[in-house]
């Protein structure tokens, strides 16, 4: 490939599956721009008491 | 000049003065620059001048630079011994087990006076009941202390008995003006036998049946007998038993477990507390040995780690 | 960044700019320190979204209390400032001057070489359905309103009461399937696949609640197929939740009480009705139209249930766009652990295009040397945080500082206004080094939150970074003392005299790195471990890939399709292809491992092969040895020539059997050897496959009679469009219980003579049959327990590999640098096997991507004078971490020995050890009791 | 004046100490009796450690960890769990009720939870009153572990 690349992902949406990309990224050594629409990232997941089966606490 | 020395055992066996007579041929190396100036177990050295000679009411014992004192408080008298030895003693050793935590007498302690009188001396089938002893034995104290309960102690020789080894060093390093070398690790220091974890283990028994061992092998050969699932004491128990240089720890020599008569591996540190607390936290459920306190305090119960039951509410 | 839009993508795969619209939050983030005095004086209150409108918040708010990042933001729409520039009562309270009206829009522009598209999910509305009535009857709620209901952190603090009258609720009940495999009301005809978990796990947290409640689940399939679902799903029975598999029809209002009642047919046939004082709608999942309109503005295509487009190979590739990748509820209705896995899978595959230009655009921050104040004595710094008013308007902050002034070894104290203020960090700077402190207190709020911050401070200032204690004086101090100013300043004295103690004793701790090996080991040479090991190859790493067998492919050699019907032959043989000519790849095949030492970054395994054992390095290793079909014991299976599994089925009917070719009638059976007593799991797959199969035969023949005998049909997200179809092509569903399992009688050599209990004739219902299909179970591979011995993996109860956490670490292993991909975890079709082990590839490249890693200084450390070798704590290190090792020197005496790399400084050697021998840093025993010690001084 | 017992609380990092912070976020009020020590998994307190503030005069003493399951260490609360019936053999040993002593699990969310229990400590503890072993003077300090 000849035409120049970026080194940086954008990750469009906070919630947990946002997350998760993001940090493997920040983490694999590209810079990435997490993007979310709300005033906080934590999505869906942040929302719910306890997940199954250990009822772990989703915080 | 040579150098003063006053020995005393209180509630004790007299195995320590033998430990000391074990030193043997050290002992006569030794003798010139020591002079034994009370040792009335060895030498009939009374303290109450019975000879005529003394005051009847006064202790006498001679000023000396090291005081040995063997057993614990159980009596006034003892008490009143020991405070005599402080007195006059510059350094102070408490020798053995007993002197140093209490050792087997302090198994008393977790039952009150009272108690005890009740169940050993009028309770018990072969005596015939009487009223308790109120003359011509001097007074319990409440219960056996170890000696630093009651005075500074400057030198602990824990042991059941102590090994001559280090009776040896105490007194060699104080002629010297040096610290003593003793041992400060535990028994498993000295244990040659083959460890590999405990997590296998479910449950621990009581030395009844015999650890498992190839007597055609050395003692190196043979798997660590708490990970055979014998209640070995030796991860809490001081090391010294196997003296400056033995093959392995006195009992181990003899394929039986650690009973911990050594003491404490820290000197405030709590046998029972400590074993229950390493068979817990490698999963093993406590409440399966039996005895708990008798068996893992037998000779650590003074400092109040041996009481009596309270009265249930 | 936060409430921020794109606008519009341009450019290409490799170089796509952005543009980007931030919305104003009105608070700046800098100044804001959260401490809420903004939200306490604003007068406007507004529904809570967060608690599904359960609850209240105010006009200027923070979504709960545990967001990041938490930072303020004034909703426009409800702000009274904003609205008609009165008010400002927020300007007036916040303490840090945080509040700024003037803030605008801005638009931003990026460049960057992939995107991953996460923008989640919306839960369906069942408002304006009838059926339901959910907007008619107060006491009919959503599952996710249960949830707030549910949680200690929503609006009746975890207790169930009635919304119509708030009096307790005694019965229960769940609709399954609301908004789900409904194409009617809802206009969903996929299945949301995460409701039936969802219901049993409320189910099952409201009976704790409530012991005595009487809860019932109404379903049509329970689909409990995930990892231990089964297992939970057997626990709710066990707990006397009650399961009642029928649709519901009608909700009406109870005659006396408020309640709800309900009718309904039971699988008997009987019509019945009960009334429930609570019913709540299990609803499913859908895309948000925030999410359709970004898929518009990124050119991504969605399909017909409103999802992205993808492939069954490249399952985080959205179809025909490259360059853009997706993941989460978007890709599908998808589940936590499946929403992670993808969301690695997808940072896999987003990156691998440019691994070219890694670390181009990272950096990594500089400090100055460190000071060495071994041997100083310790001169402690004081610092005590007002927090504006949240500190200082409960506790006596003055009184504090001279009380602290007084204490032992401290030679500084100050107050100020915010402690973690950008300003104060270089005035804490300066003053450490101008009074030459050499230990900090930071009496303020948490360190959970703060003491990062503080600890780069105490970096920049040349002190290492472990000689910090924080005393939390807010949130464990004047927060929660509010009344009681006077205790709560005694309690601020005590947990900075606490903390003073313990601080002169802490002991600078240096980093702790490691070197990483740049390479990868991959056991199993199945897909998984195929597209594992082709990733990280391409992102240029050497792999080693071992194989048991002699041939790569693994079970999908016996696969001919995926779900959707795309062919599993040619792409399997292609990555095949492309892992055998890869330069970086070394396939060991019949060959397996056995042995390893080592830890992330540094393993030493040893492959056992034809030509004898040769041993490798690697940073990472994936586990991906695969499962097999279950050989059942029941059926007449290996007894009667016309019974097959689903895969030998498979083959004989691609090679054109007779039996079936010429084949009439056909009977699948269902769960054979899964959901068994003894297999207490589903095998996930079966019920697609079967289905799918049944359809083929349909539509070569459609005069043969097709029967599938099932306990649930669990075609779970879109693959119900494959059970629609079934049914539409006359397939025939007969449901059966476990207890009455189909009987066969097997006396005729050319014909099966099934025989199922028909529930709507309410009699036993024969078929003869041409060929018996056993949808069989698909159980670990025995190479599972051993690699879990060689690298100290844990197994499940089925003996499949644990993951490190069920939901949100799916792929990786308690052991870090050790990742698990494909049926070696659990049974999984083709397109979450692929997924899985890019995700397995995306964890593992977060390793190799570093040269050196830092570690945790908190580890546990031998004290070699103390340590006597009694093994003890060897057992008790959950990490492996420990081990007994001879002194050099002294044959025969051993003392343990801590793999810094492996601990993760736990302390639970600490606690077992009876004479002090291990010691965690920054926890020590000796540590631990002086705070005990001050606490009770 | 009326007996204010002292309690001190081993809490978890992870999970118990979370959810104290999180008391104090929702400004949730609680006896001001407590004071915790912070450690990383209640797997690290060594029951001597809980010995040591009974001999230092604590009133109560509490371990709080994660619920069984959810251990940021896989199974340290488990270790703690095992070790509670160590301490509950030394109470009973010393003579001290077996309420001067109580190990919970909490997790980060459940602030509630966590003010519930040092509530339902601060007040059995009262109930129980002064720990016999509380030195009257700093000289009269007993070793009890």
């Known amino acids: ?59 | ?313 | ?937 | 004046m009326a007996f204010e017992p002292k309690i001190l609380a081993f809490s978890c990092n992870w999970c118990s100490y979370a959810a104290a912070d999180l008391a104090g976020a929702s400004r949730m009020q609680y006896p001001a009796n407590l004071r915790i020590v912070r450690v990383m998994c209640s797997g690290m307190v060594h029951p001597n450690l809980v010995m040591e503030a009974f001999s230092k005069g604590a009133d109560g003493v509490m371990v709080l960890g994660c619920h069984p399951g959810e251990c940021h260490y896989l199974d340290g609360n488990i270790k703690a769990q095992a070790r509670l019936a160590v301490v509950e053999e030394m109470l009973d040993a010393y003579g001290l009720e077996p309420e001067r002593f109580r190990l919970a699990w909490c997790s980060s969310a459940e602030a509630e939870r966590f003010v519930e229990v040092v509530t339902e400590m601060t007040e059995a503890v009262r109930g129980l009153g002064p720990n016999p072993f509380r030195p009257t003077r700093p000289e009269d300090a007993q070793e009890v572990a």
């Not at chain 2, 004491?233 to 400056?244: E, F, K, L, N």
């Not at chain 3, 082990?837 to 050196?852: D, I, N």
């Open chain 1, 1 to 59: 490939m000849s035409q120049e690349m970026i080194g940086a992902v954008m990750v469009v949406g906070g919630g947990i599956a946002g997350m998760q990309a993001a940090l493997d990224l920040a983490d694999g050594g590209y810079y990435v721009y997490l993007v979310e629409r709300s005033g906080a990232i934590g999505g869906a997941m942040a929302q719910l008491d306890k997940t199954f089966p250990t009822n772990d606490c989703s915080m």
């Open chain 3, 1 to 937: 960044m936060t409430l921020t839009e794109v606008r519009e993508v341009s450019g290409q795969a490799g170089d796509f700019t952005v543009r980007l619209l931030e919305h104003p939050r009105y608070v700046d983030m800098d100044k804001c320190i959260a401490c809420g005095e903004c939200a306490r004086k604003c007068p406007k209150k507004v529904d809570d979204e967060y608690n599904q409108g359960l609850g209240k918040r105010k006009a200027i708010y923070v979504k709960y209390p545990q967001a990041v990042p938490l930072k303020y933001q004034i909703d426009p729409e409800n702000c009274i400032y904003l609205k008609n520039r009165k008010c400002g009562a927020c300007v007036q309270a916040c303490p840090a001057g945080a509040i700024d009206f003037n803030q605008k829009p801005r638009e931003k522009t990026v460049r960057v070489g992939s995107m991953i598209l996460t923008p989640g999910l919306k839960p369906f509305d069942p408002a304006g359905i009838r059926t339901w009535g959910y907007d008619v009857f107060p006491n009919v709620i959503t599952s996710l309103e249960l949830e707030r209901y549910l949680s200690v952190s929503g609006p009746t603090e975890g207790r169930l009461a009635r919304p119509s009258d708030g009096r307790p609720v005694k019965r229960m009940a769940f609709l399954q399937c609301v908004g789900s495999r409904d194409l009617n009301k809802a206009g969903h005809g996929y299945c949301s696949g995460v409701c039936c978990m969802y219901a049993l796990k409320e189910a099952m947290i409201a009976k704790d609640h409530e012991p005595d409640l009487d809860v019932s689940i109404f379903f049509v399939d329970m689909r409990t197929h995930g990892k231990d679902f089964e297992r939970y799903y057997n626990r709710a029975k066990e707990a006397g939740v009650k399961f009642r598999r029928c649709r519901v029809h009608s909700l009406e209002p109870a005659e006396q009480n408020g309640g709800v009642y309900l009718r309904y047919i039971t699988d008997r046939g009987k019509q019945v009705g009960a009334e429930y004082d609570l019913v709540v709608l299990s609803v499913g999942l859908e895309t948000p139209p925030s999410a359709a309109e970004l898929a518009g503005r990124c050119k991504v295509g969605l399909n017909q249930n409103l999802f992205a487009e993808r492939g069954g190979f490249q399952p985080v590739q959205a179809k025909g766009r490259p360059g853009m990748f997706v993941s989460g509820a978007f890709a599908g209705p998808h589940d936590i652990p499946q929403s992670v896995t993808e969301a690695s899978a997808a940072a896999a595959a987003a990156s691998l295009p440019l691994a070219r230009v890694r670390h181009s655009l990272t950096r990594e921050k500089r400090f100055p040397p460190e000071r060495d104040v071994r041997g100083e004595e310790p001169r402690v710094g004081v610092f005590v945080c007002h927090c504006g008013n949240n500190i200082a308007g409960v506790i006596d902050v003055e009184e504090l500082a001279a009380y602290a002034a007084k204490l032992p070894k401290v030679a500084h104290v100050e107050r100020n206004l915010f402690t973690c203020s950008q300003d104060t960090q270089e005035l804490l700077k300066k003053t450490i080094q101008e009074q030459s402190l050499n230990r900090i207190v930071v009496a303020a709020c948490t360190p959970r939150t703060h003491e990062p911050l503080f600890k780069e401070t105490l970096k920049a200032s040349g002190l290492n970074e472990n000689l910090l204690d924080m005393a939390n004086i807010r949130n464990q101090g004047s927060w929660v003392h509010q009344a009681e100013p006077e205790k709560a300043t005694e309690k601020a004295k005590d947990l900075v005299r606490m903390s003073v103690a313990k601080v002169a004793l802490l002991t600078p701790a240096p980093p702790l790195t490691v070197e990483v090996k740049q390479s990868a080991l991959v056991v199993g040479g199945g897909l998984a471990g195929l597209v594992s090991a082709h990733g990280l190859a391409e992102m240029g790493y050497p792999v080693h890939l071992v194989e048991l067998t002699s041939r790569l492919g693994g079970s999908a050699l016996h696969l001919y399709q995926t779900w959707r019907g795309e062919p599993v032959e040619g792409k399997l043989d292609s990555i095949i292809r492309k892992v055998t000519s890869h330069p970086l790849i070394t396939v060991h095949l019949n060959s397996k491992v056995s042995g390893a030492e080592g830890f992330v970054g540094n393993f030493l395994s040893t492959i056992q092969g034809p030509q004898g054992e040769t041993q490798v390095e690697h940073g990472v290793g994936i586990m991906a040895v695969g499962g097999r079909a279950h050989k059942p014991g029941e059926y007449g299976y290996g007894e009667h020539r016309r019974v097959f599994t689903a895969l030998e089925f498979d083959k004989l009917h691609t090679l054109g059997d007779s039996r079936v070719r010429g084949g009439k009638t056909f009977v699948f059976i269902q769960c054979v050897g899964s959901r068994e007593p003894e297999r207490p799991y589903c095998s996930r797959v079966c019920c697609t496959h079967s289905v799918q199969a049944a359809i083929e035969l349909k539509e070569q023949d459609p005069t043969r009679k097709v029967f599938i005998l099932y306990r649930d049909i669990r075609t779970y997200g879109q693959r119900e469009e494959v059970y629609r179809r079934a049914r539409e092509a006359g397939v025939v569903f007969i449901n059966y219980d476990m207890h009455e399992k189909p009987r066969l009688r097997l006396d005729n050599p050319d014909m099966v003579e099934v025989l199922v209990w028909d529930h709507v004739l309410h009699e036993p219902f024969r078929i003869p049959t041409d060929v018996l299909i056993l949808a069989t179970a698909i159980v670990p591979n025995d190479l599972n327990k051993e690699l879990a011995r060689i690298y100290k993996l844990p197994v499940d109860a089925d003996g499949f590999l644990q993951e490190a956490h069920a939901k949100l670490r799916p792929v990786d292993f308690a052991t870090d640098g050790l990742f698990l991909a494909g049926l070696a975890h659990y049974p999984k079709p083709v397109e979450e096997t692929v997924t899985q082990a890019q995700a397995a590839m995306a964890r593992a490249a977060t390793v190799l991507a570093k040269t050196r890693i830092d570690l945790d200084s908190i580890k546990a450390r031998v004290i070699e004078e103390r340590c006597d070798g009694c093994a003890l704590c060897v057992d008790v290190c959950p990490y492996h971490a420990i081990t007994l090792e001879e002194v050099q020197g002294e044959p025969g005496r051993k003392l343990v020995r801590i793999e810094a790399a492996k601990c993760k400084g736990c302390g639970c050697c600490q606690a077992t050890c009876p004479k002090l021998g291990v010691e965690v840093a920054g926890f020590t025993y000796e540590q631990l009791a002086s705070q005990v010690a001050a606490a009770l001084a």
């Open chain 2, 1 to 313: 000049m040579a150098l003063r020395v006053a020995e005393e055992g209180l509630s004790s066996c007299s195995g320590c003065e033998v430990a000391i007579l074990n030193l043997g041929e050290r002992l006569l190396a030794l003798a010139p620059q020591l002079d034994f100036v009370h040792m009335p177990l060895l030498m009939d050295h009374k303290y109450f001048g019975q000879l005529g000679d003394g005051d009847l009411k006064r202790l006498e014992i001679p000023q000396a630079e090291l005081g040995l004192v063997s057993g614990g408080v159980r009596n006034q008298e003892h008490l009143e011994v020991l405070q005599a030895m402080r007195a006059n003693c510059g350094t102070l050793v408490a020798l053995g087990t007993c002197a140093t935590h209490g050792g087997i007498p302090a198994l008393i302690n977790g039952l009150a006076n009272a108690e005890l009188m009740e169940r050993y001396y009028r309770g018990c089938e072969t005596n015939d009941p009487a009223p308790d002893p109120t003359e011509t034995v001097p007074p319990f104290l409440e219960r056996v202390y170890a000696l630093d309960e009651k005075v500074k102690v400057d030198i602990y020789l824990p042991g059941c008995p102590p090994h001559p080894d280090h009776i040896a060093e105490a007194v060699l390093a104080f002629l010297e003006g040096r610290e003593p070398a003793l041992p400060h690790k535990s028994v498993c220091d000295a244990c040659p036998t083959v460890r590999q974890g405990k997590g296998q283990l479910k449950s621990v028994r009581r030395f009844l049946q015999n650890a498992q061992y190839d007597p055609a092998k050395p003692i190196a050969d043979m798997r660590c007998l708490l990970e055979q699932g014998l209640l070995c004491m030796g991860p809490v128990t001081r090391a010294g038993c196997s003296g400056a240089d033995g093959e392995a720890p006195r009992c181990l020599k003899a394929r039986v477990p650690c009973r911990g008569c050594y003491g404490p591996v820290r000197q405030n540190g709590n046998q029972m507390l400590d074993m229950l607390n390493a068979l817990a936290s490698n999963g093993i459920d406590i409440k399966t040995l039996p005895d708990r306190a008798g068996g893992l305090l037998r000779f650590s119960g003074a400092h109040g780690r041996l009481r009596p039951r309270p009265a249930a509410k």
